[in-house]
């Protein structure tokens, strides 16, 4: 009795102990596709987004803006797979946005101007988190670079149909 007993508990041990996961191939086949969506400027320029870039007047109009011009160069850094911007310090980036909507030229002071430096400002700081934290998929990662290169694309839209709209309510009709 005492050695039946045992031997059932032997198997059951045994039945715990014994692998119960994929087979090791396919958990080699996962890691690597994990491994392989790595950000480089290949898979970047791989997203599909429209790029808008800024008209002669919108280019005027953005001379003096430094933080723009700064954010277009990291921008054009990040295209490149570059992200130690994006990638510094928290309280840094906060405040480049903070002087980037305070130095805001007074022609482009509009709401729709206003609403995209507040989602470049989110989409920024959600890439600078994803990317500062470890256990954060490179899914997930190449999502929030898409995010900003959109976001970054939509501002300058809106600061061409702003300068646009500007341009032709200056327009008088002759009749």
């Known amino acids: 009795m005492r050695t039946g007993f045992l031997l059932l508990n032997a198997c059951f041990l045994l039945f715990i102990n014994c692998?119960?996961?994929?087979?090791?191939?396919?958990?080699?086949?996962?890691?690597?596709?994990?491994?392989?969506?790595?950000?480089?400027?290949?898979?970047?320029?791989?997203?599909?987004?429209?790029?808008?870039?800024?008209?002669?007047?919108?280019?005027?109009?953005?001379?003096?803006?430094?933080?723009?011009?700064?954010?277009?160069?990291?921008?054009?850094?990040?295209?490149?797979?570059?992200?130690?911007?994006?990638?510094?310090?928290?309280?840094?980036l906060k405040?480049?946005?903070?002087?980037?909507?305070?130095?805001?030229?007074?022609i482009l002071r509009s709401n729709p101007v206003i609403s995209r430096t507040a989602i470049i400002e989110t989409s920024i700081l959600r890439l600078n988190e994803n990317l500062t934290l470890d256990n954060i998929d490179n899914q997930l990662k190449l999502e929030s670079v898409k995010e900003v290169l959109v976001a970054f694309a939509n501002l300058n839209y809106q600061i061409n149909k702003k300068l646009e709209r500007d341009f032709y309510e200056k327009i008088k009709s002759e009749y």
């Open 95 to 106: 405040g480049f946005i903070d002087t980037l909507k305070l130095k805001t030229p007074s």
């Open 19 to 92: 692998k119960d996961g994929k087979p090791s191939s396919e958990q080699n086949a996962e890691e690597s596709a994990n491994t392989q969506q790595v950000i480089t400027a290949k898979t970047i320029e791989g997203f599909k987004y429209t790029d808008y870039v800024l008209s002669s007047r919108g280019e005027n109009a953005v001379a003096d803006w430094d933080k723009y011009q700064e954010l277009a160069i990291q921008v054009n850094y990040l295209k490149k797979a570059d992200l130690s911007f994006f990638n510094g310090d928290k309280a840094l």
